[in-house]
Structures are given as C-alpha cells and as structure tokens.
C-alpha cells in the first residue's frame, strides 16, 4: 500500500496563486501515474490532472492553461501549482497514485476576497 501526504493548501484572493506538494510513499509497485482531484463543498470528488510516463501530462478542461503538474523523483513529490485561481477552484485538493492507494486528507484551498 501506501501513504500520500498533500499540503500547500491555504486562501488566496482571486487571480492568485498556489503550489500543493503531495508527498508520496508507496511500497511494492511503482505507480503507473500520478493525480490531482478535488472536492468542493457538497459536490462529488472530481479529477484535475494526471502525470503520466514520459512526464506526459492532461487536465481537466476547467484548470487548463492555468493550473500545471510536475513531479519531483528524488524527492517522491508530486506538484500542482495554480495560477490565476478563481473562487470556483475553492476544494479540498487530493492526490492519488495509479492503481490508487488510500486517499490522504488533502489540503484545503480557499478563493476569496
């Protein structure tokens, strides 16, 4: 199984910016790929990015252009960041792995003036 650790989360004014960190610890696999969801208030969790071999990556339509994901081998950490966010983006953001492991408990990000 594993263990993923999100952060970087906080409040940001519209237009803003962020980076989330998600820290990734798995054992026995290597994973196929790397994600992003998020979940807003009272809505079904929704995927955002993935990172595939190759570093290839694909978006969601809504974050395209705006929100980029990389990753970090040697430090097994993954990266969202997040420009020109908007209140829409508001959510608490997840990482996952491909086969998925167990959720972490994300990091909240809040869009607001």
């Known amino acids: 199984q594993g263990q993923l650790v999100e952060s970087g989360g906080g409040l940001v004014q519209p237009g803003g910016s962020l980076r989330l960190s998600c820290t990734i610890s798995?054992?026995?696999?290597?994973?196929?790929?790397e994600q992003w969801f998020r979940q807003a208030p009272f809505k079904q969790r929704e995927w955002v990015a993935t990172?595939?071999?190759?570093?290839?990556?694909t978006y969601r339509d809504s974050v395209k252009g705006r929100f980029t994901i990389s990753r970090d081998n040697a430090k097994n950490t993954m990266y969202l960041q997040m420009d020109s966010l908007k209140p829409e983006d508001t959510a608490v953001y997840y990482c996952n792995v491909i086969p998925p492991i167990p959720w972490g408990r994300g990091t909240q990000v809040t869009v607001s003036s």
């Open positions: 990172i595939g071999s190759g570093n290839t990556t």
């Open positions: 798995v054992s026995g696999f290597n994973p196929d790929a």
